[in-house]
């Protein structure tokens, strides 16, 4: 079993709808997760981090971290063509980060 | 302020030669970390370097990779011999602590090898 499932899609969708986005994780001592968003050819870059459980909200994006499930997810309202890309969910315990398989995000104009 | 720096960017070699791979962090980043990306999946971590001692090597495949950071600045990933299952995209990050006490990794754009 992965230390973190995610399901790598495809997804697609119009431009203004929401793209929902999930992680399942099994290692308890996780306590940072982030997001981060990949282009093609390009390096992740860290959307959004959260400490332990609860909702996070920047602009268009909310992270949500529920511990007593082991999972996690994010929401992308309002989503743009720029928006296409992978996402990638990451998880860390003392210092490394795992990561998810990523999920490609395709916004359709 | 600069990223992460990587090159070369594409790679093509043979099965059995040997390729390096370098990076120079963001400026004033101690952390440094290589990462294995197969295609279609997440980033592996392959070596982190604490200026310029390793913390954790546990996932380099040690008779073929080998890594240094010289002076704690730039470094280097080697494979030797490469073999077919080494094509990825090898990433390089760097990371500072931020004033919420997390060490957020910025990430170059990689190096892609593809091994023929």
């Given at each position: 079993?992965?230390?973190?499932?995610?399901?790598?899609?495809?997804?697609?969708?119009?431009?203004?709808?929401?793209?929902?986005?999930?992680?399942?994780?099994?290692?308890?001592?996780?306590?940072?997760?982030?997001?981060?968003?990949?282009?093609?050819?390009?390096?992740?870059?860290?959307?959004?981090?959260?400490?332990?459980?609860?909702?996070?909200?920047?602009?268009?994006?909310?992270?949500?971290?529920?511990?007593?499930?082991?999972?996690?997810?994010?929401?992308?309202?309002?989503?743009?063509?720029?928006?296409?890309?992978?996402?990638?969910?990451?998880?860390?315990?003392?210092?490394?980060?795992?990561?998810?398989?990523?999920?490609?995000?395709?916004?359709?104009? | 302020?600069?990223?992460?720096?990587?090159?070369?960017?594409?790679?093509?070699?043979?099965?059995?030669?040997s390729?390096a791979f370098?990076?120079?962090?963001?400026?004033?980043?101690?952390?440094?970390?290589w990462?294995?990306?197969?295609?279609?999946?997440?980033?592996?971590?392959l070596i982190?370097?604490?200026?310029?001692?390793v913390?954790?090597d546990?996932?380099l495949p040690k008779d073929r990779f080998s890594a240094e950071?010289?002076?704690?600045?730039?470094s280097t990933l080697k494979i030797q011999?490469?073999?077919?299952?080494?094509?990825?995209?090898?990433?390089?990050?760097?990371?500072?602590?931020?004033?919420?006490?997390?060490?957020?990794?910025?990430?170059?754009?990689?190096?892609?090898?593809?091994?023929?």
């Amino acid at each position: 079993q992965k230390e973190v499932e995610q399901d790598p899609g495809p997804l697609s969708v119009p431009e203004g709808a929401i793209v929902s986005l999930n992680c399942t994780y099994s290692n308890s001592a996780f306590q940072y997760f982030m997001w981060y968003r990949q282009y093609s050819r390009k390096g992740p870059e860290l959307l959004m981090y959260t400490y332990s459980s609860g909702n996070k909200e920047d602009g268009r994006f909310t992270a949500q971290v529920d511990k007593s499930s082991k999972y996690i997810s994010l929401f992308i309202r309002d989503s743009q063509p720029s928006d296409s890309a992978t996402y990638l969910c990451a998880m860390r315990g003392d210092y490394k980060l795992s990561f998810g398989a990523g999920t490609t995000v395709t916004v359709r104009a | 302020e600069a990223g992460v720096a990587q090159s070369p960017r594409y790679k093509i070699i043979e099965k059995r030669q040997s390729v390096a791979f370098w990076c120079n962090p963001i400026s004033g980043h101690a952390t440094l970390y290589w990462y294995q990306q197969i295609l279609g999946q997440g980033p592996k971590l392959l070596i982190q370097f604490q200026n310029n001692g390793v913390v954790d090597d546990s996932q380099l495949p040690k008779d073929r990779f080998s890594a240094e950071r010289l002076k704690g600045v730039d470094s280097t990933l080697k494979i030797q011999p490469a073999k077919l299952e080494d094509s990825a995209v090898y990433l390089c990050a760097s990371s500072s602590l931020t004033s919420g006490g997390y060490y957020e990794q910025y990430f170059g754009p990689g190096t892609r090898l593809t091994v023929t």
